[in-house]
């Protein structure tokens, strides 16, 4: 079993940058997939990004890309978020995943673990 603990998570105005991370124990982090989702009371668990332990292919939600950028850095077994240009509906907790396998998902139910969530408010 993976342990995934987020932090960076916070509250800022629009247009601004935050970087989430997110620091796997557990198992070897080189060889796990990661991903990034996020949840809005209310609302289904969204796909944000993915980044597969080979070749580290990414994925990125449309509503995302361009502003976000996922990578990891498997010396420090961490993963990253860097959240460029916020939006107020960016607004919601974001969830780090880990999976193994090199295949990138954009299903929730590809992932096997789970951190507890970091919350990222935007305000406009």
């Known amino acids: 079993q993976v342990q995934l603990v987020e932090s960076g998570g916070g509250s800022v105005q629009a247009g601004s940058y935050l970087r989430l991370s997110c620091v796997a124990s557990?198992?070897?982090?080189?060889?796990?997939?990661m991903g990034w989702f996020r949840q809005v009371p209310g609302k289904e668990r969204e796909f944000v990004a993915a980044i597969s332990w080979l070749f580290d292919n990414t994925d990125y939600a449309d509503s995302v890309k361009g502003r976000f950028t996922i990578s990891r850095d498997n010396a420090k077994n961490t993963l990253y978020l860097h959240m460029n240009n916020l939006k107020p509906e960016d607004t919601a907790t974001y969830y780090c995943?880990?999976?193994?396998?090199?295949?990138?998902?954009?299903?929730?139910w590809g992932f096997g673990s789970w951190g507890q969530g970091t919350q990222v408010i935007v305000s406009s």
């Open positions: 995943a880990a999976k193994t396998g090199a295949q990138i998902s954009r299903a929730d």
């Open positions: 557990g198992r070897t982090f080189s060889t796990l997939s």
